[in-house]
């Protein structure tokens, strides 16, 4: 079956960066669409950035400018770069892949990674 698996969190001073890694194993999917979400303590859930199999990808409006979310379909792979990271960036980020190569979309999630932007 499909497993997530995260890397490259962790503790960054405000204005540094980080890449975020997510690969998946198993079944690999025709189209999807591969992205990040975030959860901050207290709040729900937060569509971070997306990517499709084409190449087409979408962000929330508080990463615009900031982050880069890339994929490599050879690899089953995603990525977000993080530049000029800020004290509301912290949180939890996951690995989300949405089939689209079913009747009805499917998700499927990472363990999260944490993410603590502090001085």
């Known amino acids: 079956q499909v497993q997530l698996v995260e890397s490259g969190g962790g503790l960054v001073q405000p204005g540094g960066s980080l890449r975020l890694s997510c690969t998946a194993s198993?079944?690999?999917?025709?189209?999807?669409?591969m992205g990040w979400y975030r959860r901050a303590p207290g709040k729900e859930r937060e569509l971070v950035a997306g990517?499709?199999?084409?190449?087409?990808?979408n962000y929330a409006d508080s990463v615009k400018g900031r982050f880069t979310i890339s994929r490599d379909n050879a690899k089953n792979t995603v990525y977000l770069q993080m530049n000029s990271l800020k004290p509301e960036d912290t949180a939890v980020y996951y690995c989300?892949?949405?089939?689209?190569?079913?009747?009805?979309?499917?998700?499927?999630w990472g363990q999260g990674t944490q993410v603590t932007v502090s001085s």
């Open positions: 989300n892949v949405r089939r689209l190569d079913v009747l009805y979309p499917f998700d499927y």
């Open positions: 198993g079944t690999i999917f025709s189209i999807t669409v």
């Open positions: 990517i499709t199999t084409g190449g087409s990808s």
